[in-house]
């Protein structure tokens, strides 16, 4: 499932957009703290513009509301969609994450280190850990140790998948001969991360065709940077070499995001019929 139509080029960071992404990026923007669901043939037109077909789209959503993160509402032989407290939550992590800096200023030199060791009996559990905690910014030091560079508490997560009896934590800093950037490079694939930053670089810098029309362009901008930032760990400037493309890729889509508000809204107010939903 991948987002393209007139105009949306076929670069590598396109082709990993997928309509879960696209919906999320949408939602986020034009949904997220308005109280309103939003029609479903809107959504089918946002996505048609990005490439998704109809089909692929109504999968989507049925897929996205048999997980809790939509929720149908019935207006006569209209069908809306509102977010359900569980997307809600999880739309205000990912604006939080938009507004953040991606690199992590004035660091304290100290570590968070989680060590855990969950019984092969609970594997799901081990995979699900694995994948909330890169979310949450931490990269595999060694096995069943996991580190980050902020003082990130992920006990509600523990207690989610209860596992806290089966995890410790711990705040460190590197000493003798241990080189924190070394750390960064063992626990990270930085070269990965940094090819991604220079192609979203490249893509939106006017090196490859993007969508025509401002919200179709603003949805595919979020979706791509969320892709991207959701990789990356936040990492110390000290540890980051010096030419980090991560910097001007922030700048640059943050330009492009504010350029894009007005537009995209006021095209999102013709595209996207709502309705309001009680509180």
């Known amino acids: 499932m991948v987002a393209g139509g007139a105009g949306a080029g076929d670069g590598a960071a396109e082709r990993a957009v997928s309509a879960q992404t696209l919906i999320f990026a949408l939602f ?8 309103v669901a939003v029609a479903t043939g809107g959504v089918i037109t946002v996505l048609g513009r990005l490439g998704v077909g109809e089909h692929a789209t109504r999968a989507t959503i049925a897929r996205m509301s048999g997980r809790g993160l939509l929720r149908p509402v019935r207006r006569g032989r209209q069908v809306f969609l509102a977010l359900t407290p569980r997307a809600d939550a999880v739309l205000r992590d990912g604006r939080h994450r938009l507004e953040a800096d991606i690199v992590l200023g004035d660091w304290d030199g100290r570590w968070t280190l989680l060590a855990f060791s969950v019984p092969e009996s609970r ?6 850990l694995r994948t909330r905690l890169s979310w949450r910014g931490f ?3 060694r096995s069943g140790l996991w580190v980050s560079p902020a003082d990130t508490d992920v006990s509600r997560e523990l207690g989610e998948l209860d596992l806290l009896e089966h995890c410790e934590v711990f705040r460190a800093e590197a000493a003798l001969w241990t080189d924190p950037a070394r750390i ?12 991604g930053y220079r192609r979203f670089l490249q893509r939106w810098s006017g090196g490859c ?18 892709l991207l930032i959701r990789q990356d760990p936040r990492l110390p400037g000290t540890v980051l070499p010096a030419d980090w493309p ?33 509180q």
Not at 209 to 226: G, I, N, Q
């Open 28 to 35: 986020g923007d034009q949904v997220l703290g308005r109280e």
């Open 123 to 128: 594997r799901a559990d081990r995979h699900a």
């Open 139 to 141: 990269g595999p030091l």
């Open 184 to 195: 960064v490079r063992e626990a990270w694939d930085l070269p990965v991360l940094a090819a």
């Open 209 to 226: 065709p993007v969508p025509s029309d401002a919200l179709s362009r603003r949805t595919l901008l979020t979706a791509e940077w969320l």
């Open 246 to 278: 991560g910097v001007p890729a922030q700048d640059l889509f943050r330009a492009l995001h504010r350029q894009l508000a007005a537009p995209a809204r006021e095209l999102a107010e013709d595209v996207l019929a709502t309705v309001a939903i009680p």
